[in-house]
């Protein structure tokens, strides 16, 4: 577990002006010159490109999160321990808003990697690093699932302090490092919606 993750939103017809085979570089590479410099707070938020008269993407810095993919695990991990004590609803809900981000669900065996649209090659190879993508007509989907969950996360605080509080020093060690990550991940997927975008994320 010692990967970094990258998620970016994206104007994915501007992706798709570049040949399939060469969209994941491309990516890959524009992620490093998004600089985050008119950031209020640089431990979160959004980073644009340095130089562009017409962004089409911008990278997004999880709160405290160092960029490690670590968080992300332990936050999944988390909802697993606590979502058997959860309202139905709320279940629901937050089952279809982290099973199409970074959680791969109830069933260990289940580590697909959530790719959606035609945007790369449908025989696309995981080792690459590629571990989401959704094109703009799949994101309100997720949004809609983030709109029901995201009043009623407080209703998960006693259930997390119960079954799932981890000692101090370790990743989502409570309840509220859980819902800032997921709150973070609801600005994501609403800000990729509001500007009829894609999402992707990647490893490395």
């Known amino acids: 577990m010692g990967l970094d993750i990258t998620v970016l939103i994206v104007d994915w017809a501007h ?72 309202d139905p609803d709320l279940r629901v809900s937050l089952d279809g808003f982290l099973s199409g981000l970074f959680w791969y669900g109830p069933d260990p065996a289940n580590d697909a990697v959530h790719v959606h649209g035609d945007l790369f090659p449908a025989d696309i190879d995981r080792s690459r690093g590629l571990s989401l993508a959704y094109p703009p007509e799949a994101v309100p989907a997720l949004v809609k699932s983030w709109v029901k969950a995201a009043p009623r996360l407080e209703e998960l605080r006693e259930p997390f302090a119960a079954h799932a509080a981890r000692p101090p020093g370790h990743w989502i060690e409570n309840f509220e490092e859980f819902a800032d990550l997921l709150n973070d991940w609801g600005e994501v997927v609403r800000e990729a919606d509001s500007r009829g975008w894609g999402l992707i994320g990647f490893t490395s």
């Not at 490093?32 to 640089?42: H, V, Y």
């Not at 999880?62 to 992300?72: I, P």
């Open 15 to 86: 992706v798709k002006e570049a040949p399939p085979d060469q969209r994941l570089e491309l990516l890959m590479g524009v992620a490093c010159s998004a600089d985050g410099s008119d950031l209020e707070d640089p431990e979160r938020g959004w980073m644009w490109p340095s130089v562009s008269a017409a962004p089409w993407f911008a990278r997004y810095e999880f709160y405290r999160t160092l960029g490690s993919l670590k968080a992300h695990f332990w936050a999944g991990q988390a909802w697993e321990e606590i979502r058997g004590f959860a």
